[in-house]
């Protein structure tokens, strides 16, 4: 049997490359209103589909933790395959605040929350902020979803992240059923 130490349970080096392993999709959240903001975030997950609940975690030392906290509603632009440049551009701290860090791509607010959604994503979620629980050095907001809208017919392709980088998925070819 093998056993852990306490260094590796520990380590948050160790704990992001292991993490890693588990690819996810990316997404950016953001909130309206007078102080707009917007972040890349690969910590999201759908909770309950009754009630409908998703979660995004957000560090304790992000601009968004206070933004999402005060605005008490967000939206979430879940990036399709060929939006890698939009990524980095929401996940760069150096990127222009405000309004005018929705300047590098189209966007629109939405229709109930205001929450910037932005161009060629895949799908939009808007949500109320529902609850949010402790998470170490994250803070763990759950959203209730109150409009949200997929833009494929099923065909369309989420941007990924894998292994520390942005990755697309390969299709697998069609079966073939035989007669």
Sequence with gaps: MTT?????LTDPVLMRRVCGTFA????????GGDEPHAMTANSFSAVSLDPPLILVCVGRDALMH??????????????AADQEAVARYYADRRRP????QFEFTEWRPGARTAAPLLGGAAAHIECELWR???GGDH???????????RYDDGDGE???FLGGRFRRLERAPSAVVAS
Excluded at 66 to 79: K, N, P, Y
Excluded at 139 to 149: A, E
Aim: aromatic share 8%; glycine share 14%.
């Design 4 to 8: 852990f130490g306490t260094e590796e």
């Design 24 to 31: 996810t999709g990316v997404t950016v959240v953001s909130v």
């Design 66 to 79: 206070q933004a999402l906290s005060r605005a008490g509603a967000f939206g979430v632009s879940v990036l």
């Design 97 to 100: 605040l405000g309004p005018e």
């Design 132 to 134: 949010s629980y402790d």
């Design 139 to 149: 803070t763990i907001f759950l959203g209730r979803p109150c409009g949200m809208r």
């Design 158 to 160: 989420a941007l990924v």
